[in-house]
């Protein structure tokens, strides 16, 4: 016993340097091995420790440091203390008990290896006080980690036994929506149904990673949000006021909840720069381009606007969803490439189908980004579309604007976009686009299509997390047409309008909504959409959409 004490009291310079360091400066304490063992106790997360073995190592240590002494001797000399991965210390970092517990235990360790190899009998009564103290003082704290990491260990054996898988997450998403017009008339200047509807939107995306650098996602979806014009609605198919989590206004029968694979596609990088996806199913632009309408464009509307025009520019719709290829490469900090093919019939065997003989569209954007506030957008779609009624194409805007639907044939399509977004504080945002599109009834004739809006985005407005949002602009419109087009309507335009193949006057779009976070998962967004003159038509009377949309993710 006599031998055993005097054998510690060599080493207690370790146990009082520990000490005077901790007790003034708060870095990365923890010996190397040990940084990661220490749950935190209000749950955040470590950073990782390496250990040093020379204070020169530590960047922000500096020899007039009045603790540089100390700290040299405990890494120096006792190998008992670690820096941070970026070569810090950090000694102005605050410190809880629990860490400092650990520090010392952490060096008591350390004695005990120096005490089998202890040659000197050199002591002080005074070093063997201070240990005994501090050994009695933090005792609780070594006890409380010690229970801790033991009722930690059955923990994770369970999920280890439980979990789902070791490569794949799940996230999921549901919409909830009450919509309903108070006023106004339909394409075929009919009052449209006072009817107020609710309805949802469920996606579970399963993502999984095999590198850590990849991303292969598998998303289910079921919703039975359909619009009011679609053929459960009023069957004029208007695509002017949808909303972006409403189902596509086609010819198929109204969304019923069915459950199926909505998004499957994977993603890796090539380089540092360069990011290439792979889309099997229901690709979407916005995988691969940036849209360039922040807080705006939110996941097909799960966040931000509620509208399908509102979300982004209207010639990014050209493209349908489908199977493809989207490239996105970083030719320096401030330009981007984004390239991208999608095609809506790829599956299809049949004729003039499948993945370059039917749908498709091909878009290139160079995304121009000269400050962390200003970035603007240069975008081109080149589009065939050959569904017909099959499938609205660009999926807002007048009827006449979306010239397959209404023609029931193939269109071919030159579309170009111009985006811009400028950061004027932290709290206030100004988006604006305008696109043109050229279309081409094959054929017949060809049709001048524009669109336009400016965005005002406010984030965090009232407290963090909430976002409020005005949207004015104009949907698609035809400006000009050959008149041949007129002849080749079909019976989803109104008797009345088809005299004309250009839609006859102008309406606005002006839609303002505010979203409120209850909490990290919750958002409630009430919001309005008024058309001055559906279906760019003032005969029509104006709409107002009502919207109350909640969103849960978890």
Not at 30 to 47: F, I, M, R, S, Y
Not at 522 to 543: E, F, R, V, Y
Request: hydrophobic share 40%; proline share 4%; net charge negative.
């Amino acid at each position: 016993m006599i031998k055993m004490f005097w054998e510690w009291l060599p080493i207690c310079p370790v146990i009082l340097g520990l000490f005077s360091v901790l007790t003034t400066t708060t870095g990365a304490i923890v010996a190397a091995g040990d940084a990661n063992a220490l749950p935190a106790k209000t749950g955040t997360v470590q950073e990782s420790a390496e250990q040093v073995t020379s204070v020169s190592q530590l960047s922000d240590v500096q020899p007039t440091d009045w603790a540089f002494g100390a700290l040299q001797s405990l890494v120096e000399r006792y190998g008992c203390i670690a820096g941070y991965p970026n070569a810090t210390y950090r000694g102005n970092r605050a410190l809880t008990r629990y860490e400092f517990a650990a520090g010392i235990n952490a060096c008591l360790e350390r004695v005990n290896e120096l005490i089998a190899t202890a040659t000197t009998d050199i002591v002080k009564k005074e070093d063997l006080t201070t240990l005994q103290k501090l050994q009695e003082q933090f005792a609780a704290e070594l006890t409380t980690l010690l229970g801790r990491v033991d009722a930690l260990e059955p923990y994770l054996e369970t999920l280890e036994k439980q979990q789902f898988s070791t490569t794949t997450k799940l996230h999921g998403e549901a919409i909830f929506a009450i919509s309903g017009f108070a006023s106004g008339q339909d394409a075929d200047n009919a009052d449209i149904p006072r009817s107020t509807t609710f309805g949802d939107r469920v996606r579970l995306n399963f993502d999984t990673s095999f590198t850590g650098q990849d991303l292969l996602r598998v998303r289910l979806q079921a919703l039975n949000l359909n619009y009011f014009s679609s053929e459960g609605g009023t069957g004029t198919r208007l695509p002017e006021g949808t909303l972006a989590f409403n189902g596509e206004i086609g010819d198929e029968d109204p969304e019923n909840n069915q459950v199926g694979v909505e998004t499957l596609y994977y993603r890796f990088s090539l380089g540092k720069k360069t990011e290439v996806t792979f889309f099997a199913n229901e690709g979407e632009v916005e995988d691969f381009v940036d849209t360039i309408n922040p807080f705006l464009d939110g996941d097909e509307g799960a966040s931000g606007a509620l509208s399908k025009f509102g979300s982004r520019n209207s010639v990014y719709y050209f493209v349908p969803a489908g199977a493809g290829v989207g490239l996105r490469h970083r030719l320096s900090d401030q330009l981007e490439l984004s390239l991208g093919y999608l095609s809506s019939t790829a599956s299809n065997p049949n004729t003039n189908r499948g993945l370059f003989n039917g749908s498709y569209g091909a878009i290139a954007q160079l995304t121009f980004q000269p400050s962390d506030r200003l970035s603007i957008g240069l975008t081109y779609v080149n589009a065939y579309n050959n569904q017909g009624e099959d499938l609205a194409i660009p999926g807002t805007g007048s009827q006449k604007a979306n010239l397959g639907l209404v023609t029931d044939s193939p269109t071919s399509t030159n579309a170009y976009g111009l985006e811009a977004s400028y950061q004027v504080n932290s709290g206030f945002l100004i988006n604006a686009w305008a696109g043109f599109a050229k279309t081409r009834v094959l054929g017949v004739g060809d049709a001048d299509i524009w669109n336009y809006a400016v965005a005002l985005a406010f984030p965090d407005l009232g407290k963090k997390g909430n976002l409020a949002g005005l949207i004015v602009g104009m949907e698609p419109r035809v400006t000009s047409a050959n008149g041949a087009i007129a002849n080749v309507f079909t019976e989803i335009v109104a008797p009345q309008n088809r005299d004309s193949a250009q839609d006859r006057n102008t309406s606005l779009h002006i839609e303002g909504f505010y979203s409120y976070a209850v909490s990290d998962n919750i958002t409630i967004t009430p919001g309005l959409i008024w058309l001055t003159a559906p279906n760019h038509d003032d005969q029509n009377s104006d709409a107002v959409l009502g919207v109350i949309r909640t969103t849960f993710t978890f």
